[in-house]
C-alpha cells in the first residue's frame, strides 16, 4: 500500500499517480469515507487530468460496496461539486490536484452542505481506516447514477451577485489554463452582457501552455499582455480546479487578493449591513479597516480554509477572503469558489464608468512583498531568532495566531511561517510604501539566509 503519511495533507489527499495514489488505494478511500461520515449517498466530480476519470469511479465503487449511492457529476470545477454537495444535501469527493503539475492528482473531501473535511474533521480517520483494513459490510451494494449539474450550478452562482446580469457591456479576457474554467466559464458567461476572449480553455491535465497556478506571476504574463494588446477592460485568471480566482485590471497590472477581497466585502456588506467579513492574517490591513468604515466587522483567522469556514459558521460572517486568491461565501455553504469572486469583480465594475485600476484605486492603501520562501532547516530556531532580534524594540507588538506576526510602531509589520510540507518559512511584509516594505523585508530576509 502507499505512504497514506505522504499523501494525506492538511486539508485534502494528494500525490503523484500511479506511484502515490492509485485506483485502489482511490477505492479503498471512498468506502472509508462512507463509514466516517456515516453517508447513505455522495456525490462525485472530477478535473480533467487523465487520472481523474479512473480514480473517481474506482472511489464510487469502494462507496456502493459499503452501501452508498453515487451520484457521479462527472467533468466539474471544485465549487461545482461544493454546489453540488450543497444543493443535494449529501458529502461530496473532488478529484483533482488543483494546479500541482500533471503528475499528481488528489481527492477533496466534504460533508453534506460542503463543509469541510480535513485532518481533525475526519481525515485522520479516513487514513486510520484504510491503514486497518476496510471492514466488510452485509447490506445491499448502492447504485451509481450520473446527473449534469453544469447548468443549475451557473443559473445558482450568477443568482448570487447583485446587477451583474446588468452590467454594462465589458471585454474580458479569461485565462482558465487548460483547466476547468474552460468548462464553467462559457456556461456562467453566456448569462452575461459581455465580450468573452477565452485563452485556453481547452481541458488538458497535462498543461501544455503554463501552469495552471495563478499565484506565480510568469502564469499571469500571458493574460496580462493580451490585455494589454485588446485593450480589455478586465483580465480574469483561474487555477486547475477553478476555486481560485486572480484578477488583472486594464492596464496589464495583477489585482492583489486582498484589494478584491476589500472589494467584495463592501458589496456583501451592502447586501447585509453590518455583517461579519473574515480575513486571514497574512492579508492586507486595508481590509479590516476598509470593513470598518462600511459599518462591518471584520475577524481575523489563520491561514487555510478550515479556519476560515469554521470560524465562518460560528460567527454567520457572510464573506470570507484569502491572500492566495480564495474567496469564500455564506450563500455558497461557506465554501470557495473563483467563480463568484470574477462575477463579483464583473459587476463591480460594470456598474460604474470607471475602468478597473481607477475603481481598485480606493481599495488599495498599502505596499506588501507578495509571499517569499525561503528553505530553512531548523525552522523553530529560526523563528525563535527573528523573535529575539525584533522583540525588544520599542512600540514592537508580537503575536503567534499563525506563526510569528510583528507589528511595528509605524503600522507596518511582518509574518512568517513555516510550511507544514517542506523545510519552508514564508515570509509576508506590509507597509505604507515601497522603501519602508523593501528595508523590513531585506532585513528579516538577512536574519533567515544568514
Same mark, same amino acid.
Given at each position: 500500500?502507499?505512504?497514506?503519511?505522504?499523501?494525506?495533507?492538511?486539508?485534502?489527499?494528494?500525490?503523484?499517480?500511479?506511484?502515490?495514489?492509485?485506483?485502489?488505494?482511490?477505492?479503498?478511500?471512498?468506502?472509508?469515507?462512507?463509514?466516517?461520515?456515516?453517508?447513505?449517498?455522495?456525490?462525485?466530480?472530477?478535473?480533467?487530468?487523465?487520472?481523474?476519470?479512473?480514480?473517481?469511479?474506482?472511489?464510487?465503487?469502494?462507496?456502493?460496496?459499503?452501501?452508498?449511492?453515487?451520484?457521479?457529476?462527472?467533468? +466539474?470545477?471544485?465549487?461545482?461539486?461544493?454546489?453540488? @454537495?450543497?444543493?443535494?444535501?449529501?458529502?461530496?469527493?473532488?478529484?483533482?490536484?488543483?494546479?500541482?503539475?500533471?503528475?499528481?492528482?488528489?481527492?477533496?473531501?466534504?460533508?453534506?452542505?460542503?463543509?469541510?473535511?480535513?485532518?481533525?474533521? +475526519?481525515?485522520?480517520?479516513?487514513?486510520?481506516?484504510?491503514?486497518?483494513?476496510?471492514?466488510?459490510?452485509?447490506?445491499?451494494?448502492?447504485?451509481?447514477?450520473?446527473?449534469?449539474?453544469?447548468?443549475?450550478?451557473?443559473?445558482?452562482?450568477?443568482?448570487?451577485?447583485?446587477?451583474?446580469?446588468?452590467?454594462?457591456?465589458?471585454?474580458?479576457?479569461?485565462?482558465? +489554463?487548460?483547466?476547468?474554467?474552460?468548462?464553467?466559464?462559457?456556461?456562467?458567461?453566456?448569462?452575461?452582457?459581455?465580450?468573452?476572449?477565452?485563452?485556453?480553455?481547452?481541458?488538458?491535465?497535462?498543461?501544455?501552455?503554463?501552469?495552471?497556478?495563478?499565484?506565480?506571476?510568469?502564469?499571469?504574463?500571458?493574460?496580462?499582455?493580451?490585455?494589454?494588446?485588446?485593450?480589455?477592460?478586465?483580465?480574469?485568471?483561474?487555477?486547475?480546479?477553478?476555486?481560485?480566482?486572480?484578477?488583472?485590471?486594464?492596464?496589464?497590472?495583477?489585482?492583489?487578493?486582498?484589494?478584491?477581497?476589500?472589494?467584495?466585502?463592501?458589496?456583501?456588506?451592502?447586501?447585509?449591513?453590518?455583517?461579519?467579513?473574515?480575513?486571514?492574517?497574512?492579508?492586507?490591513?486595508?481590509?479590516?479597516?476598509?470593513?470598518?468604515?462600511?459599518? +462591518?466587522?471584520?475577524?481575523? /483567522?489563520?491561514?487555510?480554509?478550515?479556519?476560515?469556514?469554521?470560524?465562518?459558521?460560528? /460567527?454567520?460572517?457572510?464573506?470570507?477572503?484569502?491572500? @492566495?486568491?480564495?474567496?469564500?461565501?455564506?450563500?455558497?455553504?461557506?465554501?470557495?469558489?473563483?467563480?463568484?469572486?470574477?462575477?463579483?469583480?464583473?459587476?463591480?465594475?460594470?456598474?460604474?464608468?470607471?475602468?478597473?485600476?481607477?475603481?481598485?484605486?480606493?481599495?488599495?492603501?498599502?505596499?506588501?512583498?507578495?509571499?517569499?520562501?525561503?528553505?530553512?532547516?531548523?525552522?523553530?530556531? /529560526?523563528?525563535?531568532?527573528?523573535?529575539?532580534?525584533?522583540?525588544?524594540?520599542?512600540?514592537?507588538?508580537?503575536?503567534?495566531?499563525?506563526?510569528?506576526?510583528?507589528?511595528?510602531?509605524?503600522? @507596518?509589520?511582518?509574518?512568517?511561517?513555516?510550511?507544514?510540507?517542506?523545510?519552508?518559512?514564508?515570509?509576508?511584509?506590509?507597509?505604507?510604501?515601497?522603501?519602508?516594505?523593501?528595508?523590513?523585508?531585506?532585513?528579516?530576509?538577512?536574519?533567515?539566509?544568514?
Amino acid at each position: 500500500m502507499p505512504d497514506l503519511a505522504r499523501i494525506v495533507k492538511a486539508y485534502d489527499i494528494r500525490g503523484i499517480v500511479p506511484d502515490e495514489l492509485d485506483e485502489a488505494l482511490a477505492r479503498d478511500i471512498g468506502a472509508a469515507f462512507v463509514r466516517v461520515v456515516g453517508a447513505d449517498q455522495i456525490v462525485t466530480a472530477h478535473d480533467m487530468r487523465d487520472s481523474s476519470p479512473g480514480l473517481a469511479r474506482a472511489f464510487a465503487e469502494g462507496a456502493t460496496a459499503q452501501g452508498a449511492d453515487v451520484v457521479e457529476a462527472g467533468l +466539474g470545477s471544485t465549487d461545482l461539486l461544493y454546489y453540488a @454537495s450543497g444543493s443535494l444535501g449529501v458529502p461530496g469527493a473532488m478529484f483533482t490536484a488543483s494546479h500541482n503539475p500533471a503528475k499528481y492528482n488528489g481527492i477533496k473531501l466534504c460533508r453534506a452542505g460542503a463543509a469541510p473535511v480535513g485532518q481533525d474533521t +475526519g481525515l485522520a480517520d479516513i487514513r486510520a481506516l484504510v491503514e486497518q483494513g476496510i471492514p466488510p459490510y452485509d447490506g445491499p451494494t448502492g447504485t451509481i447514477s450520473q446527473r449534469d449539474l453544469l447548468t443549475e450550478y451557473a443559473e445558482y452562482i450568477v443568482s448570487l451577485v447583485p446587477g451583474v446580469t446588468d452590467i454594462r457591456k465589458l471585454s474580458v479576457v479569461v485565462d482558465a +489554463g487548460n483547466g476547468m474554467g474552460g468548462l464553467t466559464v462559457p456556461v456562467v458567461f453566456e448569462r452575461l452582457p459581455v465580450d468573452l476572449a477565452p485563452m485556453y480553455f481547452e481541458l488538458d491535465g497535462s498543461f501544455p501552455n503554463h501552469e495552471a497556478n495563478p499565484i506565480e506571476p510568469e502564469n499571469l504574463r500571458d493574460l496580462q499582455a493580451k490585455v494589454r494588446e485588446t485593450g480589455a477592460d478586465i483580465g480574469l485568471a483561474f487555477d486547475g480546479d477553478a476555486d481560485r480566482c486572480f484578477v488583472v485590471d486594464e492596464k496589464g497590472d495583477v489585482v492583489s487578493p486582498s484589494v478584491l477581497t476589500a472589494l467584495i466585502a463592501t458589496r456583501e456588506l451592502a447586501k447585509e449591513p453590518g455583517s461579519t467579513i473574515i480575513y486571514n492574517l497574512i492579508t492586507s490591513h486595508g481590509v479590516p479597516e476598509i470593513v470598518a468604515e462600511h459599518g +462591518g466587522t471584520a475577524l481575523r /483567522t489563520r491561514v487555510g480554509h478550515s479556519f476560515i469556514k469554521a470560524t465562518m459558521a460560528e /460567527t454567520n460572517a457572510i464573506f470570507g477572503g484569502e491572500h @492566495s486568491g480564495h474567496f469564500y461565501f455564506r450563500d455558497f455553504w461557506r465554501a470557495d469558489s473563483g467563480m463568484l469572486a470574477a462575477l463579483h469583480a464583473l459587476a463591480a465594475l460594470g456598474t460604474q464608468d470607471r475602468p478597473l485600476s481607477g475603481l481598485l484605486a480606493e481599495f488599495t492603501r498599502y505596499v506588501a512583498s507578495g509571499e517569499i520562501n525561503t528553505r530553512v532547516d531548523d525552522q523553530a530556531a /529560526t523563528v525563535a531568532a527573528v523573535q529575539a532580534s525584533y522583540g525588544g524594540r520599542a512600540g514592537v507588538t508580537i503575536d503567534h495566531l499563525d506563526g510569528l506576526t510583528v507589528a511595528l510602531p509605524d503600522g @507596518s509589520w511582518f509574518n512568517l511561517r513555516a510550511s507544514n510540507t517542506e523545510p519552508l518559512l514564508r515570509l509576508n511584509v506590509e507597509a505604507a510604501d515601497e522603501a519602508t516594505m523593501s528595508a523590513i523585508r531585506d532585513e528579516v530576509l538577512g536574519l533567515l539566509r544568514g
